[in-house]
């Protein structure tokens, strides 16, 4: 049983080194424009962004969880589901484009912009180059080649990287520096104006060089398109985009609503600062992420084992306690995470936890969701989605003239614990698999309980705040594996192995 977990534990280690590393590095710039630009002018890219993230589950609709489904299928070649699913893709994000090129005037004009309807034109590419991208990437994951997709990542954002730095932090100080000629060069290209405008640029050459890193994967076959192929892989994926609309809408709307339900003259600077405190939740997002790269094509692989339904159990109970150690990781030592944003955006971190277990939940329902791709039955990952976008509408339209952002992170929470719970008990019908409910339950109950022990002691405890929270942490730590027989087992071998290399 451990074996697979474990191959799944390096896919995900592997992935997760590029996420991780890669998105921690990208997340770095959040202190940098924290402390460059000033809340409403963040804002700004924290709604354009949102708008991206709906817009590539538009223009990936499903294709790819479909293309992992059919390339595992026995009567299907590979390498025409992968020609099938581009195209697919590539048509369908090179008219998305034309048609915002088209328009960019009214639609700057929609989304109060429009001074600046290059925004749109800019995103409209990263968009669609990105959508591209998803397929090849696909592909990668599919073939076990994580190697060079950690590399393709680490070289994408590595380019969006400097080029930030470049805008944003040298070319203002060349501009304003004593070196005449410096100053001249770079006043050639460089505008003060542009101001948030050049993070967009950034992300759009960082597109431009990942889709020429990926041309090997896609110019690795003879182009063919399967009318009969595509149009299975649609029925399958279309109640996939309508999920994963839904999905989005859960995990961006809310940024969106703070905008048009606020008044005006503090909604950017409230989007801004809830935008960046989001962003602290970091941690949690990037390994749900790593892991859900390396678990969709292995949970795939691993369906036709007799023992596949006990393995999804056992992977779901390690998933949660890890959740749970970056919870804590985060929240007992906040006053050292804190300085992730600017001093001007620090009032919004009551949100963190809230956010940390509402991602926390998002990843135990995206375990769950492999009941439904498994058995073909994709229409519910739709329903639950669409419930959970009802239940964050209406709780952000009620909570947030009461409440501001907060009220948005306690819908993010009611959402995806209600998706959570759906699933689950929907999947015990169709796909049961049995999970150790009343374990996990009490772990996520204890580690929320260290959590908030920590902080009535540090409110009539005078102690410097670690002397309480490093045990505190250490106690979560040794009670979880304790109570766990093979994570005990596991945990004994490695110290055996530690004591044998120093005593051989």
């Known amino acids: 049983m451990l074996k697979p977990i474990k191959r799944l534990a390096g896919q995900t280690a592997i992935y997760g080194t590029s996420s991780i590393i890669g998105r921690l590095l990208n997340y770095l710039l959040v202190p940098l424009y924290t402390r460059v630009f000033?809340?409403?002018?963040?804002?700004?890219?924290?709604?354009?962004?949102?708008?991206?993230?709906?817009?590539?589950?538009?223009?990936?609709?499903?294709?790819?969880?479909?293309?992992?489904?059919?390339?595992?299928?026995?009567n299907q070649s590979k390498r025409r589901v992968f020609s099938t699913t581009l195209i697919s893709v590539l048509t369908t994000s090179t008219l998305f484009v034309i048609l915002v090129f088209?328009?960019?005037?009214?639609?700057?004009?929609?989304?109060?912009?429009?001074?600046?309807?290059?925004?749109?034109?800019?995103?409209?590419?990263?968009?669609?180059?990105?959508a591209l991208s998803f397929i090849p990437f696909a592909k990668l994951r599919a073939e076990n080649k994580a190697i060079r997709f950690a590399t393709i990542k680490f070289i994408s954002i590595g380019t969006n990287i400097t080029l930030n730095l470049f805008f944003i932090v040298f070319?203002?100080?060349?501009?304003?520096?004593?070196?005449?000629?410096?100053?001249?060069?770079?006043?050639?290209?460089?505008?003060?104006?542009?101001?948030?405008?050049?993070?967009?640029?950034?992300?759009?050459?960082?597109?431009?060089?990942?889709?020429?890193?990926?041309?090997?994967?896609?110019?690795?076959?003879?182009?063919?398109?399967?009318?009969?192929?595509?149009?299975?892989?649609?029925?399958?994926?279309?109640?996939?985009?309508?999920?994963?609309l839904a999905g989005?809408?859960?995990?961006?709307?809310?940024k969106l609503l703070l905008k048009y339900m606020l008044p005006k003259d503090i909604a950017m600077s409230q989007v801004g600062i809830y935008g960046a405190c989001y962003k602290i939740s970091i941690?949690?997002?990037?390994?749900?992420?790593?892991?859900?790269?390396?678990?969709?094509?292995?949970?795939?692989?691993?369906?036709?084992?007799?023992?596949?339904?006990?393995?999804?159990?056992?992977?779901?109970?390690?998933?949660?306690?890890v959740c749970l150690f970056i919870f804590l990781a985060i929240m007992l030592f906040i006053d050292i995470v804190q300085h992730f944003v600017g001093e001007q955006y620090r009032?919004?971190?009551?949100?963190?936890?809230?956010?940390?277990?509402a991602n926390m939940f998002l990843g135990i329902y995206f375990n769950l969701s492999i009941w439904y791709k498994l058995?073909?039955?994709?229409?519910?990952?739709?329903?639950?989605?669409?419930?959970?976008?009802?239940?964050?509408?209406?709780?952000?339209?009620?909570?947030?003239?009461?409440?501001?952002?907060?009220?948005?992170?306690?819908?993010?929470?009611?959402?995806?614990?209600?998706?959570?719970?759906?699933s689950y008990l929907t999947g015990k019908k169709y796909y049961p698999i049995k999970y150790d409910v009343p374990k996990i339950l009490a772990y996520i109950l204890f580690g929320i309980a260290v959590y908030l022990l920590s902080i009535f002691i540090n409110e009539f405890v005078i102690v410097p705040y670690y002397y309480i929270n490093v045990p505190l942490f250490c106690a979560f730590l040794v009670v979880v594996i304790l109570s766990d027989k093979p994570l005990k087992e596991f945990m004994h071998q490695i110290?055996?192995?530690?004591?044998?290399r120093k005593h051989p």
């Open 347 to 357: 009032e919004g971190l009551i949100v963190v936890p809230i956010l940390l277990i």
């Open 495 to 500: 110290i055996n192995k530690a004591l044998n």
């Open 248 to 254: 989005v809408a859960n995990e961006a709307l809310d």
């Open 102 to 130: 088209i328009n960019s005037g009214q639609l700057a004009e929609l989304v109060r912009y429009p001074q600046n309807p290059e925004y749109v034109k800019w995103l409209a590419l990263i968009i669609g180059l990105d």
């Open 171 to 244: 070319c203002p100080w060349a501009v304003k520096s004593e070196y005449g000629l410096l100053a001249e060069f770079i006043g050639r290209f460089y505008d003060p104006a542009v101001g948030v405008g050049y993070i967009f640029i950034s992300n759009l050459v960082a597109s431009i060089v990942t889709v020429v890193l990926l041309l090997p994967q896609i110019f690795s076959f003879k182009w063919s398109l399967s009318i009969t192929l595509w149009g299975q892989m649609i029925i399958y994926a279309l109640p996939l985009l309508i999920g994963g």
């Open 283 to 321: 941690m949690m997002t990037i390994f749900i992420q790593a892991f859900r790269y390396a678990a969709e094509p292995f949970f795939f692989a691993q369906a036709k084992s007799q023992n596949a339904k006990e393995l999804y159990g056992e992977i779901m109970k390690y998933f949660v306690i």
């Open 375 to 422: 058995t073909g039955r994709t229409q519910f990952g739709a329903i639950f989605a669409i419930t959970g976008a009802f239940i964050t509408v209406i709780l952000n339209i009620w909570w947030i003239p009461v409440f501001g952002y907060v009220g948005s992170a306690w819908a993010t929470l009611a959402c995806y614990l209600s998706m959570t719970v759906i």
């Open 38 to 74: 000033e809340t409403q002018d963040y804002g700004v890219v924290v709604e354009m962004y949102s708008y991206v993230a709906f817009l590539l589950v538009v223009l990936t609709y499903g294709m790819e969880t479909a293309f992992f489904r059919f390339a595992e299928k026995e």
